[in-house]
């Protein structure tokens, strides 16, 4: 009809979501050759580095179950500190990556392809350090199976009313859908391994993992179906798990945290710090790998344009609570608000006001949206940004509490901050093991977003049109 | 291209989820069965200082529980006698046993005999023997048929579950405060009725919150 192309005409055209004029098996040969030929020399120190990291993560576990504890700054009134802090941190930015392959799934925002494996990826390496804090924070390791509801010589249940409960599920059945929903949407990438190995042992282990993928017609539709389904499910989760997680903190009674904007609160942030993650880890790694043309900068123009949106979310919040501190004439509510803006710890405050709030209000302008320097610092500043603000949170909630004469300034030991280092020495260890050993980005997913895919494609494009593949 | 696994490989799929199901069940069989304090606990009976038999005492000769465990009633703890209860008997009777040489011993240079304890409750677990003993509990109850016994073993597991079995259906096992100490107790018919009435007039109420025994 010539309404409807009239109509399709004024809408400006999207730019491509692929560059370069990559035709289908370009994009093979460009994802799938990092995971056959020795990985570049950055990647080995980046390792030496993390896995540094994570040997320290592990001591400091052992002295940690050694000692108790007390090796931590947690103490009254601050039981919350540094681990808290940190599951909250790393459970938020485990957000970004369900959010692009579920929820931009279901909308339809093909743009997702290019991310979506890496930031799934993100995601489940970032959950398993979220839930390594609140692990090894309950101070008696060896009974943490307490917090399933298992039969037992105790004849006792978990208490099912208590939100940090709620979390253990929200966090483990996100943790396990996310893991699904990975590895179904690899198996046609890792077929596509599978066939391109050649020795032996390394195409067994990959056909193992194929499931027996051989790209017919009916695989691809159970496949498809079963991916439409998973999305479907995961998509409720991603809002979910950090609505629990900031039940922790809602259902209690203290001032700061008895908030019912907490629940939205936390899901916007979570998807802010998960999608400045995304940035920092995919800046480096499209250049380092050079897929510049399958991760382009349009697609981190509009990693930058959510930043900007939940991060104003979020920032919204943060004056939304003052308001409702004032407006609700508690004068408890009032002074926990009063005190976070111009107390003790004011420098988190308005470290986390400037990171979150302000900071992205740069890309409104577009030049800065597109400027990759510009949107790596900044990544990084909105990461600063977010763990403050569960810094913020926790410990100028806890430091006054109801009673003055146990006022106390919390101070973090260093068991406390090497944890926190070391538990990004076990992130990045996992995501460099992803990047060396399985396909970073979603091949046949880009390859169905490609022009060429469309079944009509060759309709208008005659013959005497060079092809492009 | 050549098939990369042999087609008897098709099993692999079934056999592994086989495999997965039974070996978790097997687990849990395990788990459930030998971590159990019925498993690792019931039935310990250690080797005593001294030869005593609660069968000879209390089965023969009729002691009543409370001549030797006498602060029973009146504390948290059921002492074990002091070597001055054993020879208030022990002074005239069979004063030349070799056997009881190690309590001539304890009574003579006035040390104690190393009795060595068999039920153990956990430090962080608080436990009255006066406040059962005064309620309905009886010793037997817990302790199983002493009277039997040349040498005490545990016979009950002394987990949390069982202590919450009776706090949390205490007619089923408490007794009349007279039959406290009788051994090889029957109860009456309706006795679960009786039982009912005793807790509701005597306000029987038997905590099952944490705090009860953790604190």
């Known amino acids: 009809m010539s309404t409807s192309t009239d109509h399709t005409a004024t809408i400006p055209a999207e730019p491509p979501l692929v560059t370069g004029n990559l035709g289908f098996h370009d994009i093979t040969q460009l994802v799938s050759y990092h995971t056959e030929k020795r990985p570049p020399s950055v990647w080995y120190m980046t390792l030496l580095v993390s896995s540094t990291l994570l040997s320290i993560l ?34 938020g930015i485990g957000h970004a990556g369900t959010l692009i392959s579920a929820i931009l799934f279901l909308f339809r925002q093909q743009w997702r392809t290019a991310i979506n494996r890496s930031a799934e990826a993100m995601t489940i390496f970032a959950v398993i350090c979220a839930l390594l804090f609140p692990t090894i924070h309950v101070g008696r390791v060896w009974v943490i199976y307490w917090t399933l509801p298992l039969p037992n010589q105790m004849e006792m249940w978990p208490q099912f009313k208590s939100p940090l ?136 123009e509009k990693m930058a344009i959510i930043t900007l949106l939940t991060g104003t979310m979020v920032g919204f919040a943060y004056i939304t609570e003052f308001f409702i501190a004032w407006y609700s004439q508690v004068e408890y509510e009032q002074y926990a608000f009063i005190n976070r803006a111009t107390g003790p710890y004011a420098w988190a405050y308005w470290i986390m006001m400037s990171c979150n709030l302000l900071f992205p209000q740069f890309f409104w302008v577009k030049r800065l949206r597109r400027s990759i320097p510009f949107l790596f610092v900044t990544s990084i500043i909105v990461n600063i940004g977010m763990w403050f603000e569960r810094f913020v949170i926790t410990v100028t909630s806890l430091h006054r509490d109801f009673l003055p004469s146990s006022w106390d300034y919390f101070n ?51 013959e005497s049109e060079p092809s492009t593949h | 291209m050549p098939q990369i696994f042999p087609k008897k490989s098709n099993l692999l799929p079934h056999l592994s989820l086989g495999a997965l199901l039974g070996s978790g069940l097997v687990v849990v069989f395990l788990v459930w069965y030998y971590f159990s304090p019925e498993y690792t606990d019931v039935g310990y009976a250690p ?33 074990v006698p002091a070597t001055e209860t054993c020879m208030n008997c022990h002074e005239v009777v069979l004063p030349q046993s070799t056997e009881l040489m190690p309590v001539r011993a304890s009574w003579s240079d006035d040390s104690s005999i190393p009795w060595v304890k068999i039920h153990q409750v956990p430090d962080y677990a608080h436990f009255s023997h006066a406040v059962h003993v005064n309620n309905g509990v009886g010793c037997e109850t817990c302790h199983g048929r002493i009277d039997h016994m040349d040498v005490v073993h545990l016979v009950e597991p002394l987990s949390m579950g069982w202590c919450l079995e009776c706090h949390r259906e205490p007619e089923k096992y408490l007794r009349p405060n007279e039959e406290i100490t009788t051994m090889g107790y029957v109860h009456s018919a309706g006795f679960v009725q009786d039982n009912l009435n005793r807790i509701k007039q005597e306000g029987i109420r038997p905590p099952t919150n944490c705090s009860a025994c953790h604190y």
């Open chain 1, 58 to 91: 592990l001591i400091l576990i052992g002295y940690l179950v050694w000692n108790g504890v007390g090796v931590w700054g947690n103490n009254n009134p601050v039981g919350w500190g540094w681990p808290i802090v940190n599951f909250v941190f790393w459970v």
């Open chain 1, 165 to 300: 409960l709620w979390d253990v599920f929200a966090v483990s059945v996100y943790f396990t859908v996310s893991l699904v929903f990975w590895y179904i949407g690899m198996v046609p990438d890792l077929a596509t391994l599978r066939d391109r190995a050649r020795n032996t042992f390394k195409r067994r282990i990959l056909g193992f993992f194929s499931l027996g993928w051989s790209g017919a017609n009916r695989h691809w539709r159970n496949y498809e179906k079963t991916y439409l389904l998973l999305a479907a499910l995961a998509t409720p989760l991603v809002l979910s798990v950090h609505s629990v997680v900031s039940f922790d903190f809602a259902v209690s009674i203290i001032p700061g945290w008895h908030t019912t904007i907490f629940p939205p609160y936390f899901v916007a942030g979570a998807i802010f710090s998960g999608f400045a993650m995304v940035m920092t880890l995919l800046i480096l790694a499209r250049r380092i790998y050079g897929i510049e043309n399958i991760i382009t900068i349009d697609h981190l």
């Open chain 1, 412 to 462: 973090p030991t260093w068991v406390d901050m090497l944890t926190f280092a070391g538990s990004f020495g076990l992130f990045m260890t996992l995501f460099l093991l992803f990047l060396r050993f399985m396909p970073m980005v979603a091949m046949a997913e880009v390859k169905m977003v490609l022009p060429e895919s469309d079944p009509h494609f060759y309709d208008d494009h005659d």
């Open chain 2, 47 to 79: 080797e005593q200082p001294v030869a005593y038999s609660h069968r000879v005492h209390v089965d023969q000769l009729g002691l009543d529980c409370r001549y030797c465990h006498s602060f029973v009633e009146v504390a948290d703890v059921a002492n």
